[in-house]
């Protein structure tokens, strides 16, 4: 079987930098708005070239991140004739296996198939757009299911359009009203610090939709909070004195990363968690967020568990 990458993307070229004996060959990688002629040493080809294949002798695999390219590529495959694991699969089904392998080893943490089957059904159709890695939404599903009775609220900060929170919120919220908070500027990112990426400014990835609509998504969860602001000075309006089961921070940058650990590490109960989006990246990607992780937990005695399957790091509170 010959494989062909579809979509340059970081989690590509992470995957291509792993030294594993079960990773596989790519024979090429498709990308039509590329205008590179290799990645790491990998020939880039546009999307025509799969009229030179001959159809189940090759299998494509999606690298895009994104909600929206995800289900444009489906969407153009489907039309070229294929199908779900007839012809292409995405990247979170090439990483499933040693995924788990490594949440069960690092976090002793089972994972249930059916909850990854919600979170690649959800991410690719929900009108709702979502930038987090299917694997990534996958966990926080899990780490949200895992704290449901235990005392804590929930807070995600960085939530772009809301698309994660929303589909933790539709699927546990039929079991349990724990308090959700949503904390965004709504506006895009805060001005970036000299260890974030030269590319980004303030402003970037604000959200297309109007503030009004994302209000109207989360209306009808009476236990949701919209908090629209910056971090740190938006932390103003929460409660002082409440405690959190689950924390995801999705903002990206160095400064937030620092300022959104320090309001709520010790607000964490023991036995919850620290979930952080973009802790792992390609060389020139939001590497703050790893930096200020490991300056604030230097001292804290905390384990930091990573994967860059989903790019993520999680931090399990044990004192």
């Known amino acids: 079987m010959k494989y062909i990458a579809w979509g340059i993307s970081k989690l590509l070229m992470m995957y291509l930098d792993q030294d594993t004996e079960k990773k596989i060959t790519f024979s090429y990688c498709i990308d039509d708005f590329s205008k590179e002629e ?8 546009k999307s025509l070239s799969l009229d030179e294949e001959m159809k189940n ?3 494509l695999v999606i690298f895009a991140v994104s909600s929206h390219s995800l289900f444009q590529i489906k969407k153009k495959l489907n039309k070229m004739g294929l199908k779900y694991k007839e012809g292409y699969i995405f990247y979170s089904d090439l990483f499933y296996e040693t995924f788990i392998e490594k949440i069960v080893e690092r976090l002793n943490l089972n994972l249930n198939p059916a909850i990854y089957s919600y979170a690649l059904s959800f991410t690719l159709n929900s009108q709702t757009p979502m930038q987090t890695t299917i694997l990534g939404t996958w966990l926080f599903l899990e780490l949200f299911n895992k704290v449901k009775n235990i005392d804590g609220s929930i ?97 990206d940058l160095y400064q937030p990363a620092l300022d959104a650990y320090a309001y709520f590490w010790d607000k964490i109960i023991p036995g919850g968690y620290l979930l952080i989006h973009d802790y792992e990246t390609e060389q020139g990607g939001f590497e703050g967020v790893k930096k200020a992780t490991i300056e604030f937990f230097a001292d ?9 399957e989903n790019t993520m790091a999680i931090i399990h509170k044990n004192h």
């Open 300 to 308: 804290k005695n905390q384990e930091v568990f990573s994967f860059y």
């Open 38 to 45: 290799y990645l790491r040493g990998i020939p880039i080809k």
């Open 57 to 59: 002798e090759y299998c």
């Open 155 to 251: 807070a995600e900060i960085g939530a772009f359009h809301g698309g994660n929170a929303l589909s933790a919120l539709l699927f546990m919220n039929h079991h349990q009203k724990k308090p959700f908070h949503i904390i965004d500027s709504f506006e895009g990112f805060s001005a970036p610090s000299h260890f974030d990426p030269a590319r980004v400014k303030k402003g970037d990835l604000s959200i297309e939709a109007p503030y009004e609509e994302i209000i109207d998504t989360f209306k009808p969860f009476s236990n949701v909070k919209l908090y629209k602001g910056f971090v740190p000075d938006i932390f103003s309006e929460l409660n002082p004195e409440e405690r959190y089961s689950l924390v995801f921070y999705d903002c």
